[in-house]
């Protein structure tokens, strides 16, 4: 038996494992995000967002399983937890540095584009909720301005490492849960 499943983790394995599924699941995120705004009007883009959005915790449990079978099931709530946040950590990165470069160079416009689409979608939707949130908008956008590219991804940084947090707490909980079942099991990524 490869002696590789009978030590316990080591971080530099760890680091890899987070490293390794977190470009998947930047690059994951980055397509589900993207194809979200460019669905208007293109119903196959919201497949391939829906895909995206799916893909991201699908990577999430497959790095958190191939801890545990690296581990021949004994990685810990903690060893996992931070598994699990370390790949959302680079893979927010990855996101944040794709947004970057999309919003700050390569569609410089879109912010504003995106922001007048919405505009005229409620505007032609005529109702009085429409008013009401149309007003609100434009209020933010007066007051505060447009998002800069380094402002959404910052955010889409911070909100990927808060979810990616969560999620890998009840994953690390449920495999917690399943250990038993990676006794002499081969690690998924590896």
Same mark, same amino acid.
């Given at each position: 038996?490869?002696?590789?499943?009978?030590?316990?983790?080591?971080?530099? !394995?760890?680091?890899? #494992?987070? !490293?390794?599924?977190?470009?998947? #699941?930047g690059i994951a995120a980055a397509i589900a995000i993207a194809a979200t705004f460019y669905s208007f009007g293109r119903p196959l883009m919201l497949v391939i967002a829906v895909a995206g959005y799916v893909g991201v915790p699908v990577i999430l449990w497959r790095a958190l399983s191939s801890v545990m079978g690296q581990t021949d099931g004994e990685a810990s709530f903690a060893h996992l937890w931070r598994t699990g946040?370390? #790949?959302?950590?680079?893979?927010?990165?990855?996101?944040?540095?794709?947004?970057?470069?999309?919003?700050?160079?390569?569609?410089?416009?879109?912010?504003?584009?995106?922001?007048?689409?919405?505009?005229?979608?409620? #505007?032609?939707?005529g109702t009085a909720e429409a008013t009401e949130k149309l007003a609100e908008?434009?209020?933010?956008?007066?007051?505060?301005?447009?998002?800069? !590219?380094?402002?959404?991804?910052?955010?889409?940084?911070?909100s990927t490492v808060l979810s990616g947090t969560i999620a890998a707490i009840i994953m690390a909980a449920l495999l917690r849960a399943r250990a038993g079942r990676y006794r002499n099991t081969p690690p998924a990524f590896h």
């Open positions: 038996m490869d002696n590789n499943y009978n030590t316990p983790l080591q971080p530099s !394995a760890s680091l890899q #494992t987070a !490293a390794r599924c977190g470009l998947l #699941t946040t370390l #790949t959302m950590a680079a893979g927010g990165l990855v996101l944040a540095i794709l947004a970057f470069v999309f919003l700050k160079w390569i569609d410089p416009g879109f912010l504003a584009g995106l922001i007048e689409h919405i505009n005229r979608i409620y #505007t032609e939707l908008l434009n209020r933010v956008i007066r007051e505060n301005g447009i998002p800069t !590219a380094a402002g959404v991804a910052l955010q889409m940084f911070v």
